[in-house]
C-alpha cells in the first residue's frame, strides 16, 4: 500500500508559547514512543540562531517533566530553524529549500488566525502546498462571518481532506470516553434523555490567570477561547446520537446534526465575567470590556433534549482548576426523606486535571430509621491521560486520520450558536479572584437548582 504518512513537520509558531509549555513536550513523548521519526523545521519571527533554539527547546522539555537524552538528541538531529517574515516570498524560498526531497510535507500552524491565510497562500504561491497538509490552531475564525472568509482563503490552496482543525480537547483522552462510555453501555442510553435527565452543567475552571498571554486574550476572550470550540464539542459528545459507524466523517456527521439542532445563543442568557486585576496585565487596556468569565444556558431543540438545559461556565482566576461535567437526573418521587434532592442522582465526569465517572446516589444509614445519605459511586478513576492530546493528535494528522479534527461545517454550526454573544452584547461584570465568579451566574441557573463546583481533590460542594 502507498505510504500517505506526512515526511516533514513543519512548526510555523515554533518559538511561541504552545510551542513552548505543549508541542516540543508532546513530540519528545513521541519520539520515545516511537511515533515521530520525521525532520523538523520550525519557522518563527524571533530571529534565534539553531543553537539558542535547541536550548529553548531543552528548557520546555525540562519544565514539563524532563529532558530524554535519547528522544532530545533525536528531535534536534533533524532540526532546522528558520527566520523570517510569514508575508514574504525568501521565506517560502528558504522552507522549500529546507524541505529538500520531503514530498508530503505537514505544516502546523500555532500563530495567530489573521496570518492563517497569508501562509497557505505563501504556501502554494512557491510551489509547497500540493501533497501537504495544514494542520490549524483554534480559534478558526473570530465570527461566522470571519471563519466563512478563512475558509474560502485555505481551500484557495488546501482542500478539505488536507486542511486539520485542531481542537486539542477533542484528543483527550477523557473526552473521547465519554462517547465510549455512553455507547459501549446499554444502561445509559434508555435514560439519557428529556425524561429522566432535568439539566446538565459543564464547568472548565481554571485557578490562574491569563499568563502574560494579555495581547492574544484580549483579541479571543472566554467565549471564542474555549466556549466556542472545547466546551461545545464536549455538549456535542454528550448530547449526539450514537454514531452509526466508525469511519473518519460518521462522527462528525453526528456532531454536525447535533450542532445544527443547538438554538443560537440568547444574550439574556449570557453572563459575562472579568476577574480583578485583568486590566493590569501586560498588553490589556485599563478600559477591556473582554471577558475572563462566561457562564451561558443553552438550548437543544431536537427530540432528545428539549427543555433540558446545558449550562456552559468556564473563567480563569477561579477557585480551582478542573474540567467537569454534572449531568442531573430528574428527582424519584419518594416517600422518603431526601435533604438536598438536587444534589443526589446524578453523574459526574471528571475529565481534567484527573480523570473519573461517578455516580451520585443516596443510600440507607444503618439503623431503624429510613433516613438515608450520598454516595458517590465511582465507576472508573485513573491519574490523567498517559498519552497527551497533542501526541494522539500529531499522529493521527501525520497518518492522515482526520476523524478528530473539525470539520469545517461543524465549525460554522458552532460560529452559528455564539454569534449572537459575541464582543459586547452583554456587559462585562468584574469578580474577585479566587472565587467562581459574579453572582449574576448564580442567578442564571437558579430556576435548576445551584451550580455544582468541582474541588481540586476531587469531591464536590
Ligand atoms: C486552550 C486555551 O485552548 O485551552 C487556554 O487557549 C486554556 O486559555 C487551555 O487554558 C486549557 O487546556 P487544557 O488542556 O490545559 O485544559
Given amino acids: ?48 540562531s539553531l543553537d ?50 520531503a514530498k508530503r510535507p505537514l505544516y502546523y500552524l500555532a500563530i495567530p488566525p489573521s496570518m492563517f491565510g ?32 478563512l475558509d474560502r482563503v485555505l481551500h484557495q490552496s488546501f482542500p478539505e481532506s488536507s ?63 474555549v466556549v466556542q470550540n472545547h466546551l461545545l464539542q464536549v455538549v456535542s459528545l454528550l448530547a449526539m446520537d450514537a454514531p452509526v459507524g466508525r469511519g473518519i466523517d460518521i462522527q462528525r456527521d453526528e456532531n454536525l446534526r447535533l450542532l445544527r439542532s443547538v438554538r443560537p445563543l440568547d444574550p439574556s442568557e449570557v453572563v459575562r465575567g472579568q476577574f480583578l486585576g485583568y486590566r493590569d496585565e501586560k498588553d490589556v487596556p485599563k478600559d477591556s470590556q473582554v471577558e475572563t468569565f462566561a457562564a ?7 427530540a432528545r433534549w428539549a427543555g433540558v438545559p446545558f449550562y456552559i461556565r468556564t473563567g480563569k482566576c477561579l477557585p480551582v482548576t478542573t474540567t467537569e ?12 426523606d431526601v435533604m438536598e434532592p438536587h444534589q443526589s442522582n446524578y453523574f459526574r465526569f471528571r475529565l481534567s486535571p484527573d480523570v473519573f465517572i461517578s455516580l451520585g446516589a443516596r443510600v440507607k444509614l444503618p439503623g431503624a430509621k429510613m433516613v438515608g445519605e450520598e454516595e458517590e459511586l465511582f465507576v472508573q478513576r485513573k491519574a490523567a491521560d498517559e498519552m497527551t492530546p497533542y501526541e494522539r493528535l500529531f499522529g493521527d494528522a501525520i497518518r492522515g486520520d482526520a476523524a478528530l479534527f473539525t470539520r469545517y461545517d461543524c465549525v460554522e454550526e458552532a460560529w452559528r450558536v455564539i454569534d449572537p454573544v459575541l464582543g459586547h452584547a452583554t456587559p462585562v461584570i468584574e469578580y474577585e479572584q479566587d472565587t467562581w465568579g459574579p453572582a449574576e451566574a448564580d442567578r442564571l441557573i437558579e430556576s435548576h437548582g445551584r451550580w455544582h463546583n468541582p474541588k481540586q481533590d476531587g469531591g464536590t460542594t
Fill in 118 to 149: 497569508p501562509v497557505a497562500q505563501g504556501l502554494a504561491r512557491l510551489g509547497c502546498a500540493a501533497g501537504a497538509r495544514l494542520v490549524v490552531e483554534k480559534p478558526f475564525g473570530r465570527d461566522l462571518a470571519s471563519a466563512q472568509e
Fill in 325 to 336: 461535567v454534572f449531568v442531573k437526573l430528574k428527582p424519584p418521587h419518594t416517600v422518603f
Fill in 52 to 101: 539558542y533554539f535547541k536550548d529553548w527547546i531543552r528548557k520546555s522539555l525540562e519544565e514539563d517533566g524532563g529532558v530524554d537524552p535519547d528522544a532530545f538528541s533525536k528531535l534536534t538531529a533533524n532540526l532546522q530553524c528558520i527566520n523570517g517574515d510569514y508575508q514574504s516570498d525568501a521565506t517560502y524560498e528558504e522552507l522549500c529549500r529546507a524541505l529538500g526531497a
Fill in 1 to 48: 500500500m502507498e505510504n500517505t504518512n506526512s515526511d516533514a513537520f513543519v512548526f510555523f509558531g515554533a518559538t511561541g508559547d504552545l510551542a513552548y509549555k505543549k508541542i516540543f513536550p508532546a513530540l519528545q513523548s513521541m519520539i520515545r514512543h516511537n511515533q515521530f521519526d520525521i525532520p523538523i523545521i520550525g519557522l518563527s519571527r524571533a530571529g534565534w
Fill in 296 to 302: 451561558l444556558r443553552l438550548h437543544i431543540d431536537n
Fill in 163 to 225: 486542511i486539520f482543525r485542531i481542537d486539542h480537547y477533542l484528543g483527550k483522552e477523557a473526552v473521547q470516553n465519554l462517547l465510549y462510555f455512553r455507547f459501549a453501555n446499554s444502561f445509559l442510553e434508555p435514560i439519557w434523555n428529556r425524561n429522566y435527565i432535568s439539566s446538565v452543567q459543564i464547568t472548565m475552571a481554571e485557578a490562574f490567570g491569563v499568563g502574560g498571554r494579555g495581547r492574544f486574550y484580549e483579541d479571543v476572550g472566554a467565549i471564542r477561547d
